[in-house]
């Protein structure tokens, strides 16, 4: 599933044709995707014109005139593409992206002359229209925790949301409620940074009293770190992650644990090999050399 940074590569890519326009017409081609699309939804979003588009976690939200949000969810293989005289300008496409018609499911056709297709083969996607005021008190915003790339988020912060937790520190970072939109490749690579195995307790980020431990005080900026390189590598790409001009994204050639079982680490003078152990069904990847 994409993570933080897939969906901040998207939204970017997006923004310069979706902000300013009105949707013409939008045209749905089945009854919904993972759920059925709200009532009257092709209707509701016609004329209306997109103030903003920001990302919430792994949310897109692109804020309506009407006074109301249009949600959307990328699931595990869902892409826009972009259409159209009006598109925005954008590198040339050298890796097609999503354009078989057979899973081409909603077309938002904007009076810009743009067309943004979405496509998804899986299905497991999501779009929803919800009021914009009081949409952070509204599922599923009201249960997502604090962003790792806004001002709120330093070690502080993460030693307040793991003091005392018996959870592995690796789980407690995937975790939605305490830190929204960090996944399973970016916590693997931000714990290697942090030199902190996957399998320490998160209680070692705070101390007695609840402040942050040397061990926060590295992983905080680490986090930080490793997504905001992601974000400008246009994110991972592992299998369904492109970006809206059909570009791969890069960043999986600068891993240094994630998928890498076997490999000799790349931290210079460790000569640690990187192991792979499985931590609530999901695999986490690291040097036990040099993390501990």
Not at 154 to 174: F, M, N, V, Y
Not at 253 to 271: I, L
Request: glycine share 10%; hydrophobic share 40%; charged share 25%.
């Amino acid at each position: 599933m994409p993570e933080l940074p897939e969906v901040e590569t998207v939204r970017r890519g997006l923004a310069p044709t979706l902000v300013g326009a009105r949707f013409a017409r939008v045209e749905t081609r089945r009854g919904g995707l993972r759920a059925p699309f709200p009532p009257r939804f092709a209707e509701r979003l016609t004329g209306r014109r997109i103030e903003a588009l920001t990302r919430r976690a792994k949310y897109l939200l692109a804020a309506l005139d009407g006074g109301e949000t249009l949600v959307l969810h990328l699931g595990m293989s869902g892409s826009f593409r972009i259409e159209g005289a009006g598109a925005a300008s954008a590198p040339p496409t050298h890796f097609p992206r999503g354009k078989s018609p057979a899973h081409d499911h909603v077309v938002f056709v904007l009076d810009n002359g743009a067309r943004v297709v979405y496509n998804d083969p899986r299905r497991f996607g999501a779009m929803d229209l919800v009021p914009t005021e009081g949409i952070d008190r509204r599922p599923p915003f009201d249960a997502l925790g604090v962003e790792p790339l806004s001002d709120d988020f330093d070690a502080k912060r993460l030693a307040t949301l793991s003091a005392g937790s018996r959870a592995p520190i690796k789980a407690a970072l995937l975790d939605q409620k305490r830190i929204a939109g960090l996944g399973n490749i970016y916590a693997c690579e931000a714990l290697w940074r942090a030199r902190l195995s996957p399998l320490r307790p998160a209680a070692i980020l705070a101390d007695a009293k609840g402040r942050p431990t040397a061990a926060a005080r590295a992983l905080a900026p680490a986090i930080r770190a490793v997504l905001e390189q992601a974000v400008e590598a246009g994110g991972s790409t592992l299998r369904d992650h492109r970006q809206p001009d059909g570009e791969l994204g890069y960043f999986q050639h600068s891993f240094a644990v994630y998928d890498r079982e076997g490999a000799a680490c790349p931290r210079r003078g460790c000569g640690g090999i990187i192991a792979r152990v499985a931590q609530g069904g999901r695999s986490s990847f690291y040097c036990p050399a040099c993390q501990k």
